[in-house]
């Protein structure tokens, strides 16, 4: 039997997807990069997945996880002719008000999950800024930030276990309720793991209590440098905002034209700030903020008056890279991590390397944590601009590097980064992590050349490798 036509013997005609017209949107995610689909199929239950992952493994075909397709890293995008397991059907969450905590599978959406537990005083702290449209399971396999988890931090730190599909189709659940479990963190292991160690269906988060204030500031400044050193100055103050966002004029002067969300468009950066916490509390944190602003040259600061003008703000700072679009066709975006310290001086050479290259470089990022998000606007039908893309892209990592930072803050290595994973990793580390990826997929079903550099799994070598040969 061939494996469509098995396929729909499991799942029906309505959830195989063949016909190349209904899979080539499956075949890209939100970056750069296509990739070949052979089939697309949308299980509702972990044991539809369990069946799938049978018949994919019988057949030979590896098997691409996806959410929402919002990843920026190419994580997603088939390699060679894959099955797709879109988890987008699978939509329920219990959410237990008493433990605080929900299990949800994977294919709820961010915001779907915040929204509900809201009516209990409670959301999901991780909100990046696609939480319209990413889903639990993308999260989880991306270790997904957001402009709120500065202080509270990214995915791995709101989940407690994952029940996960494997290449054997065995269901296992890592991690529990229990705090502090005894044994390897395997449940951390998958965090972050990008589809290439199983298929998340489930999760069981925490979930953390509204605060019963938040202030919300924007300050402007004249010169990028002195916004950067701000980040530093109130880090170094003794506060960890639960955001504090940098967004640059040719950025802000987007948003605007998109959103109209108050930001001005004359200065050449703009900083979001939020605390939350006790009343009192973020009333002195915030005038702590103001003060750090000022001192490094600050324009104007101002306080979102209601509930109203922050929500607009962080409307506006949450809509940047659709805002872009009204820009240029293409975008590519970048998400590197610098030490807080060095943002000025990395900064500047962001800017130097934009210029160099003629790229349109607009800027908006996580800066409180060094996660930075420089992105190149550009019309990808003009000849010779992918290739100056690229190669700014490739001198925008390697600043970051040299700057101590790291290859992802939260986007991922996906496909886009995995040949510079060398940058950062040794060859012992290399091997050390195929070795891992080799204990809970031997056979590369998952996600196949994603993560890893070419040629570090033993299914790289294209040749069959012998049950407990290591490479
Ligand atoms: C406008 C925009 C704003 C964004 N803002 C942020 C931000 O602020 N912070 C941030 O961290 N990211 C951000 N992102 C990136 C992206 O939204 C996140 O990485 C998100 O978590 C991806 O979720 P998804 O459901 O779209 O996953 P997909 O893109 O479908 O998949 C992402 C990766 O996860 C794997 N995967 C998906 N589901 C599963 C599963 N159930 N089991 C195993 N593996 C799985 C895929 O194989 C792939 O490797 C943004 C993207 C866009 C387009």
């Known amino acids: 039997m061939t494996l469509v036509q098995e396929l729909r013997d499991l799942l029906g005609d309505e959830r195989v997807l063949s016909d190349p017209l209904r899979t080539h949107v499956y075949g890209k995610d939100a970056g750069i990069r296509r990739g070949e689909v052979l089939a697309v199929v949308l299980p509702a239950s972990t044991a539809e997945v369990v069946a799938l992952v049978g018949i994919a493994a019988r057949h030979g075909i590896p098997v691409v996880p996806r959410g929402a397709g919002t990843g920026l890293a190419g994580g997603t995008v088939p390699t060679s002719p894959s099955l797709v397991v879109s988890l987008t059907k699978m939509t329920h969450f219990d959410v237990d008000v008493e433990s605080r905590s929900a299990w949800v599978e994977a294919g709820v959406l961010n915001l779907d999950l915040s929204e509900h537990a809201a009516g209990h005083g409670l959301h999901f702290a991780p909100d990046p800024s696609s939480q319209a449209a990413c889903t639990i399971g993308g999260n989880v396999a991306n270790n997904s930030g957001g402009p709120h988890c500065l202080a509270e931090g990214t995915t791995v730190n709101h989940v407690l276990a994952v029940e996960v599909v494997t290449a054997r189709g065995e269901v296992v659940v890592l991690g529990g309720e229990a705090p502090d479990p005894i044994g390897l963190d395997l449940r951390g292991i998958v965090v972050g793991s990008e589809g290439t160690l199983g298929i998340v269906t489930r999760a069981l988060v925490k979930l953390t209590p509204n605060p019963p204030a938040a202030r919300t500031l924007l300050a402007d400044f004249a010169r990028v440098e002195d916004a950067a050193a701000t980040v530093s100055g109130v880090i170094a103050g003794g506060i960890v905002p639960a955001a504090l966002e940098m967004m640059d004029r040719l ?83 970048h998400d590197a991590v610098v030490p807080r310290t060095r943002l000025v001086e990395v900064m500047a050479k962001v800017y130097e390397i934009a210029d160099r290259f003629d790229l349109a470089m607009m800027n908006v990022f996580h800066a409180g944590d060094g996660n930075l998000h420089p992105l190149m606007a550009f019309d990808a039908s003009q000849d010779g601009v992918m290739d100056r893309v690229q190669t700014a892209a490739d001198e925008l990592v390697e600043v970051c590097v040299a700057a101590g930072g790291a290859l992802s803050g939260e986007h991922g290595i996906g496909l886009e980064k995995r040949d510079l994973m060398p940058l950062v990793f040794s060859q012992a580390d290399l091997d050390a992590q195929a070795r891992l990826a080799e204990a809970f997929d031997p056979d590369g079903l998952f996600n196949p050349e994603k993560v890893l550099p070419a040629g570090s799994r033993c299914f790289d070598l294209g040749r069959p490798v012998p049950a407990g040969t290591w490479i």
């Open 251 to 333: 950025m802000t002067t987007a948003v605007e034209r998109f959103v109209g969300a108050g930001f001005p468009t004359d200065a050449a950066a703009v900083l979001l700030a939020e605390v939350t916490g006790h009343p009192a509390a973020v009333e002195a944190e915030a005038d702590l903020i103001r003060a750090v602003a000022e001192s490094n040259g600050a324009g104007r600061v101002r306080v979102a008056a209601d509930e109203g003008e922050r929500a607009l703000l962080w409307k506006g700072r949450k809509a940047a890279f659709g805002a872009v679009a009204q820009t240029a066709p293409d975008y590519y975006l």
